[in-house]
């Protein structure tokens, strides 16, 4: 009895599979061009030349720049919330939480990620269907980073007062790093905020009884 030859992927397959990975190139390349340049002289043409694609293959999956943008912006999202996850899961018995939550956070918003988040905020000012995107997207990004926090620290966004403090440390941190991108704060001044960052949470979580 011959043995049974193997089976092979659907071309289907094989097609979902390769659309799969343009995609990733093209929002990966969107992501590296918003870190690196203004918003105003990223095109199709840029992003396709930079992803390594065709702008003929890259319109295929994403007809407009919009949609390029719509697609990248969740991905922007799942990789910050991935990074969040992988911060807060990497706390180790005896370290403190709170240090390690807003130094880690901190050093993040001076990466590519981040960079990419604030052109688009930047560039939404003058763009309603860009500025509505955000919005809708962003909700959702904050209710699933208030989960992760949830789930991994038992950071209680549902508290009034933990919500507090959790929303003063985020903006306060977001506006300095806005204000380190134009010369605005020092090192001193940077480091002063933090602690007090640090302060506002811990004293939640105190008041709070945790």
């Given at each position: ?95 403190d939480a ?97 602690d007090y ?14």
């Open positions: 009895m011959t043995a049974a030859a193997p089976r092979r992927r659907g071309s289907g397959q094989k097609q979902a599979e390769k659309g799969a990975q343009l995609r990733a190139q093209v929002m990966d390349a969107a992501i590296d061009c918003l870190a690196e340049m203004p918003y105003s002289e990223i095109s199709m043409e840029v992003i396709a030349n930079r992803a390594g694609v065709s702008r003929g293959g890259m319109q295929y999956y994403f007809p407009t720049r919009l949609d390029v943008l719509q697609a990248t912006v969740g991905h922007l999202h799942r990789e910050r919330l991935d990074i969040f996850r992988n911060d807060l899961s990497s706390l180790r018995h005896g370290d709170i240090d390690h939550i807003i130094d880690s956070h901190w050093r993040h918003l001076n990466e590519r990620e981040f960079r990419a988040y604030q052109e688009l905020i930047l560039a939404a000012r003058s763009e309603p269907e860009l500025a509505d995107l955000l919005s809708r997207s962003y909700s959702a990004f904050i209710r699933e980073w208030h989960e992760i926090a949830r789930e991994l620290i038992g950071w209680d966004a549902d508290k009034p007062g933990m919500a507090l403090g959790g929303n003063v440390a985020h903006y306060l941190l977001e506006g300095m790093a806005y204000g380190q991108i134009g010369g605005q704060i020092s090192e001193q001044e940077i480091e002063t905020l933090l960052a640090k302060s506002v949470m811990r004293r939640e979580i105190k008041e709070t009884g945790r």
